[in-house]
């Protein structure tokens, strides 16, 4: 049951993390209009299951007054509302606070803020920390969310068994990261791959809306539009398994999905995220429905 709607409310972004996995930066397009918000909302009450309401991006607070409004509308509907920004507006706690203050006095149920290592200089992992003391100190909830450069363990005990390599830092192999951080790290056949181990594709509980209308089940892999087919008639109607990306993947995972394709391919990959990334750009020019925006696989 979908319970949760995350705006992408702009891919444009402060910083160009190497672990992005839209490829958000300082000249990325794409950015919602209050009109659009609008409509979401009207097509999230039709849906009838949604409890909470997240903003994100890239950076949300580039959009400041429309995330305010975005969020008013959420939490006059009755919906919580969750914040994930970097934070780059926290020069100081008290200059953090005047952005805080407003959004406090709404009600926002969690504010995860980036607060890791590659936004590598100490003035903006200050900034995470600044923002995250004013939040605390208006009665805001507040996390923050590590993400560090890939590193490997070798010689544990996991459920592959004694000797394994284990990747560390909490990156996820897709978007940017493909293409910044997989060089070097062990890789494993790609005939391992054969689930989907982070997203719940036949029942999603969450899904990400961008500006252009693609509703994400993972970054890149679209339900459909939602402008051209309203949103709440595009939940009620999806079935994972006649979806010409979904299905395979829930079926048998990255692996069927190339197979199902006959799409060309190497013999071993750094995990499921990397290998399912690799084959989706390969058919994006055959199911430019699904597999949208060009953007976030580092394509005009
Ligand atoms: S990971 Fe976050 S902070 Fe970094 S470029 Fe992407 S959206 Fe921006
Ligand atoms: S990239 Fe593929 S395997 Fe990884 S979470 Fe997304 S859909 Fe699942």
């Given amino acids: 049951m979908l319970t949760g709607i995350h705006f992408l409310l702009t891919y ?3 910083f160009e993390c190497d672990h992005c996995f839209l490829y958000c930066g300082p000249h990325t397009k794409g950015t919602f209009t209050l009109n659009q918000l609008r409509q979401v909302f009207d097509e999230i009450a039709r849906i009838g299951t949604i409890e909470s309401v997240y903003f994100e991006g890239g950076e949300p607070f580039l959009f400041y007054p ?9 939490r006059n509907m009755g919906f919580k ?3 994930v920004s970097n934070a780059y507006w926290a020069t100081s706690v008290e200059d953090a606070d ?8 709404l009600g926002i149920f969690n504010l995860s803020l980036s607060d890791d290592l590659f936004h590598d200089d100490e003035e903006e992992i200050n900034a995470a920390k600044m923002a995250l003391t ?22 544990v005990h996991t459920e592959q068994g004694k000797g394994t390599s284990v990747i560390g830092g909490g990156a996820m192999f897709k978007g940017r990261a493909v293409e910044k951080l997989t060089e070097g790290l062990p ?12 997203e719940e594709l036949e029942t999603p509980t969450r899904v990400h809306l961008d500006p252009y209308g693609h509703v994400h089940l993972c970054q890149g892999l679209s339900m459909g539009n939602m402008w051209e087919t309203p949103l709440s008639e595009m939940v009620k109607n999806y079935d994972a398994l006649s979806h ?7 079926k048998g995972g990255p692996a069927l999905l190339a197979k199902e394709y006959d799409v060309k391919h190497e013999d071993t990959y750094v995990d499921e995220c990397h290998f399912c990334y690799l084959v989706r750009l390969a058919l994006i020019d055959r199911f430019p429905q699904y597999l949208a925006p060009r953007q976030v696989y580092g394509l005009e």
């Fill in 12 to 14: 444009l972004c402060t």
């Fill in 66 to 74: 429309l995330m305010l409004e975005g969020i008013k509308i959420a």
């Fill in 81 to 83: 509302a969750g914040i």
């Fill in 98 to 105: 005047l952005w805080l203050r407003p959004l406090s006095e």
């Fill in 134 to 155: 004013a939040a605390k100190r208006s009665g805001m909830p507040a996390s923050t969310i590590c993400i560090e450069k890939p590193t490997v363990m070798t010689d």
């Fill in 187 to 198: 890789r494993r056949p790609w005939k391992e791959f054969i689930t989907c181990p982070h």
């Fill in 244 to 250: 010409p990306i979904c299905g395979p993947l829930v």
